[in-house]
């Protein structure tokens, strides 16, 4: 029943995490490049270097960020239930 009740906060988390990491990517794209936008894949003016360095940050960024917000959310459904979520 714990997973049952989780899925929609899971859902929830997942969206957050995607809106925050694409925020701090903006930021950090901004600070280490001095350019507004980070390149896209199809881009001309840019390489394969940036291209890849860019998706790779944006990855790593995500990646973190949604492991983070994942596993505060099961901290706060543990605190809420007595029970770790998935368990």
Do not use: C
């Not at 899925?7 to 990517?25: D, Q």
């Not at 490049?33 to 896209?40: R, T």
């Not at 917000?69 to 706060?76: N, P, Q």
């Amino acid at each position: 029943m714990n997973k049952l009740v989780y899925k929609p906060v899971s859902l929830a988390l997942s969206i957050t995490a995607g809106a925050v990491s694409g925020l701090v990517f903006k930021q950090v794209w901004k600070l280490v490049s001095n350019e507004d936008e980070a390149p896209k894949a199809t881009s001309r003016d840019y390489g394969w270097g940036e291209i890849l360095a860019a998706a790779a940050l944006q990855g790593a960024i995500f990646a973190v960020v949604k492991a983070a917000i994942d596993r505060g959310g099961a901290h706060g459904v543990r605190k809420l239930t007595g029970e770790w979520p998935g368990d």
